[in-house]
Nanobody, 115 residues
């Protein structure tokens, strides 16, 4: 069983920065994909960024140049550095891991961007 625990969400002013972390524990295959999704009330869940165990990354157009995903394979932890945050980034951010045909989700961490 795989467990994902997110942290780092907070209330921040527009233009501010946050760093989200997601620690994965359990039996994790070395080849995997980890990602951050977000879901706001009444909206569909959307992919923010993903990173493969080999290092390849994807960032949604809405966050390119502002967010950066990274990972520490030794710690099985994925990070999301979020800079120049905007009110429209307000959402619950969920960590995701996929390996061996199975998908896992964390409980999420709330990010609120407001003055």
């Amino acid at each position: 069983q795989v467990k994902l625990v997110e942290s780092g969400g907070d209330l921040v002013q527009p233009g501010g920065s946050l760093r989200l972390s997601c620690a994965a524990s359990g039996s994790i295959f070395s080849t995997n994909i980890m990602a951050w999704y977000r879901q706001a009330p009444g909206k569909e869940r959307e992919l923010v960024a993903s990173i493969a165990s080999g290092g390849g990354t994807y960032h949604a157009d809405s966050v390119k140049g502002r967010f950066a995903i990274s990972r520490d394979n030794v710690k099985n932890t994925v990070y999301l550095q979020m800079d120049n945050l905007k009110p429209e980034d307000t959402s619950k951010y969920l960590c995701y891991l996929s390996h061996r045909g199975a998908n896992y989700w964390g409980q999420g961490t709330q990010v609120t961007v407001s003055s």
